[in-house]
Protein backbone atom coordinates (compact mmCIF):
# COMPACT_ATOMS: atom_id res chain seq x y z
CA UNK A 1 0.00 0.00 0.00
CA UNK A 2 1.17 3.26 -0.69
CA UNK A 3 1.35 6.04 1.96
CA UNK A 4 -1.26 8.75 2.00
CA UNK A 5 0.01 12.08 1.38
CA UNK A 6 -1.06 14.88 3.65
CA UNK A 7 1.77 17.56 1.83
CA UNK A 8 -1.28 19.25 0.05
CA UNK A 9 -3.13 19.51 3.34
CA UNK A 10 -0.52 20.98 5.04
CA UNK A 11 0.49 23.11 2.91
CA UNK A 12 0.91 27.02 3.66
CA UNK A 13 -0.26 29.62 1.37
CA UNK A 14 1.96 32.59 1.53
CA UNK A 15 -0.01 35.76 2.80
CA UNK A 16 0.65 39.16 0.63
CA UNK A 17 2.28 41.39 2.77
CA UNK A 18 -0.42 44.38 3.40
CA UNK A 19 0.08 48.27 3.07
CA UNK A 20 -0.97 50.09 6.26
CA UNK A 21 -2.96 52.24 3.54
CA UNK A 22 -4.85 48.44 3.06
CA UNK A 23 -4.83 47.70 6.38
CA UNK A 24 -6.48 51.23 7.64
CA UNK A 25 -9.04 50.95 4.80
CA UNK A 26 -9.96 47.31 5.68
CA UNK A 27 -10.76 48.59 9.57
CA UNK A 28 -12.70 51.17 8.63
CA UNK A 29 -14.45 49.55 6.46
CA UNK A 30 -15.20 46.95 8.96
CA UNK A 31 -16.23 49.68 11.62
CA UNK A 32 -18.77 51.28 9.03
CA UNK A 33 -20.30 48.50 8.22
CA UNK A 34 -21.30 47.32 11.83
CA UNK A 35 -22.26 51.24 12.38
CA UNK A 36 -24.32 51.03 9.49
CA UNK A 37 -26.08 47.96 10.41
CA UNK A 38 -26.35 48.99 14.43
CA UNK A 39 -27.86 52.51 13.10
CA UNK A 40 -30.43 50.16 10.68
CA UNK A 41 -31.81 47.98 13.47
CA UNK A 42 -32.56 51.00 15.70
CA UNK A 43 -34.51 52.34 13.29
CA UNK A 44 -36.06 49.11 12.35
CA UNK A 45 -37.16 48.97 16.29
CA UNK A 46 -38.03 52.62 16.24
CA UNK A 47 -40.48 52.36 13.29
CA UNK A 48 -41.96 49.14 14.82
CA UNK A 49 -42.50 51.09 18.57
CA UNK A 50 -43.79 53.70 16.24
CA UNK A 51 -46.40 51.64 14.36
CA UNK A 52 -47.49 49.85 17.56
CA UNK A 53 -48.47 53.13 19.76
CA UNK A 54 -50.15 54.49 16.08
CA UNK A 55 -52.36 51.56 15.68
CA UNK A 56 -53.22 51.74 19.59
CA UNK A 57 -54.20 55.59 18.85
CA UNK A 58 -56.20 54.78 16.49
CA UNK A 59 -58.03 51.70 18.28
CA UNK A 60 -58.85 54.54 21.23
CA UNK A 61 -61.62 57.03 21.23
CA UNK A 62 -61.01 60.43 20.49
CA UNK A 63 -61.96 62.83 23.20
CA UNK A 64 -64.11 65.43 22.74
CA UNK A 65 -62.20 68.63 21.98
CA UNK A 66 -64.29 71.14 24.46
CA UNK A 67 -65.51 74.86 22.43
CA UNK A 68 -63.10 77.45 23.18
CA UNK A 69 -64.55 80.54 25.32
CA UNK A 70 -64.54 84.00 23.33
CA UNK A 71 -62.22 86.47 24.57
CA UNK A 72 -63.07 89.05 26.91
CA UNK A 73 -62.94 92.42 24.78
CA UNK A 74 -60.65 95.20 26.42
CA UNK A 75 -62.70 98.50 26.86
CA UNK A 76 -61.77 101.19 24.12
CA UNK A 77 -60.44 104.76 25.63
CA UNK A 78 -62.15 107.72 25.20
CA UNK A 79 -58.81 109.94 24.85
CA UNK A 80 -59.17 111.74 21.77
Known amino acids: MSEPVYSDL ?3 TPVAPK ?4 ITDAMVRTKLDKETDE ?5 RKLR ?3 LAMEAKAAAAPAKPV ?3 KPRARKPKSISG
Open 19 to 22: TRAE
Open 10 to 12: LKV
Open 66 to 68: APK
Open 39 to 43: RQAKI
Open 48 to 50: QAR
